[in-house]
């Protein structure tokens, strides 16, 4: 303990006779430190952004929409319209090892009466698992159950921008009635506001929600190129992250046997593959923060120059010193140690300093209202991690010279000089 107070000493005397040399020192070495917290930190933010407006779509889905073919199939012309319909879901659901949840979605625009006001909206036909698969919360009741699906029930999911359409800011109770296309259907849940930055066939809260089997039968699709089973679109959730490729190839090829294309067609089927494109942003940000974080290092090393210039300063002034502490006994090692540990001492002062900088900046941030796809600064245990461990490897390097060179005096050499 003596020992290290001590060596703080001397570190403090040595910045205190050079003032202004050790502020600029202690300055490029703080710099350096927060900077690469605070680019790490923004890194991450925006990862950390970018995954939210992902998961308000459902986490991990893989969206299939309807297509048209490019290539001629046994005698079958190119240019033909694929329709996806609830057969492919039974057979992904049976074939598809790889993915652990599919559904279907049937959308159709429909007229909705409430005893307030009225309005077209769209109507989605969509089964019980539908809500965790694609992130649709539920405020007040219930999202729709299997006896509803089964039944055909009359019962719907109300999007919060529709509820405030048909009843203004009047109570809904659940169990009330609107009317769709003329048919009376019972609200068994209220969806609460929710934020949306990605979307496809609109937001989710300018829809209403009713039983897939209940849309069959009393809202289907009128185009008459459609069939019965026909839908819109469906959506899986592979089974693995790793495997997300292979759950895709899968699918490709269970639906060109169904539809009868080249499951290397790229026309027949548009897929959205969330989890490609998360990870296709994870790897876009990660560069940048290796790019911007590469020039925090360099800021860091020059920082460690400094470090450098002020212990090759302090071994000038203190020669004679150095030559009295061999003379009485002071081994090389200990001398080396002594100007070693003074110079990581230093830079990890300064260290210290940027790293509370950066944290209070980024605390600060992380007060305000969060931003649309920033997800603001958080300071992880890995950042600091990386920051100090950087710090540390120049301490080092910039300390070994000077300290080699204290080390490397003689008694009589250092005695004989003068300033």
Aim: hydrophobic fraction near 45%; include cysteine.
């Amino acid at each position: 303990m003596t020992y290290l107070t001590e060596l703080f000493g001397q570190v403090l005397s040595s910045l205190l006779r050079n003032k202004l040399r050790s502020l600029l020192t202690m300055a490029g070495i703080a710099w350096g430190v927060a900077s690469i917290v605070l680019i790490v930190a923004m890194g991450d933010g925006f990862k950390d952004g970018q995954r939210d407006r992902f998961r308000e779509l459902g986490e991990n889905i893989v969206i299939v929409f309807n297509g048209r073919t490019e290539k001629q199939v046994g005698g079958r012309r190119a240019g033909r319209r694929v329709r996806l319909n609830y057969d492919d879901v039974r057979d992904i659901r049976t074939e598809c090892f790889l993915v652990r949840r599919v559904v279907a979605e049937l959308q159709n625009p429909a007229r909705i009466v409430s005893p307030f006001n009225s309005g077209t909206f769209s109507v989605m036909g969509v089964e019980p698992l539908y809500s965790e698969i694609r992130s649709i919360p539920v405020d007040r009741g219930r999202f729709l159950m299997e006896t509803d699906n089964a039944g055909a029930a009359r019962v719907a999911i109300v999007g919060d921008n529709v509820r405030k359409q048909l009843f203004g800011d009047r109570p809904v109770q659940l169990g009330d009635t609107v009317s769709i296309n003329g048919l009376p259907f019972r609200i068994a849940g209220l969806m609460p506001p929710k934020t949306q930055n990605s979307s496809y066939n609109g937001l989710d809260s300018d829809k209403l929600y009713i039983p897939y089997s209940t849309m069959v039968r009393d809202l289907p699709l009128t185009d008459e190129n459609f069939h019965p089973g026909i839908v819109s679109d469906l959506i899986y959730v592979p089974a693995s992250l790793d495997l997300f490729k292979a759950a895709r190839a899968q699918v490709l090829r269970v639906l060109a046997r169904n539809h009868h294309f080249e499951a290397d067609d790229p026309s027949a089927v548009f897929i959205w593959d969330t989890v490609e494109n998360a990870q296709l942003v994870d790897n876009i940000f990660t560069s940048m923060t290796l790019f911007l974080g590469a020039i925090a290092v360099v800021t860091l090393t020059l920082g460690g120059v400094g470090v450098m210039n002020i212990m090759l300063v302090s071994v000038t002034e203190r020669t004679r010193e150095i030559g009295l502490r061999k003379a009485v006994g002071a081994t090389r090692g200990r001398i080396l140690a002594d100007f070693l540990l003074e110079g990581i001492l230093l830079a990890g002062l300064s260290g210290l300093g940027g790293w509370l900088g950066a944290y209070g900046i980024a605390d600060a941030v992380n007060r305000l209202p969060k931003q649309e796809m920033f997800g603001g600064l958080p300071v992880s245990g890995a950042t600091t991690a990386l920051a100090f461990g950087a710090l540390g490897v120049i301490a080092v390097a910039s300390a070994l010279w000077p300290a080699w060179r204290a080390a490397g005096l003689t008694p009589v050499e250092a005695l004989r000089y003068e300033r």
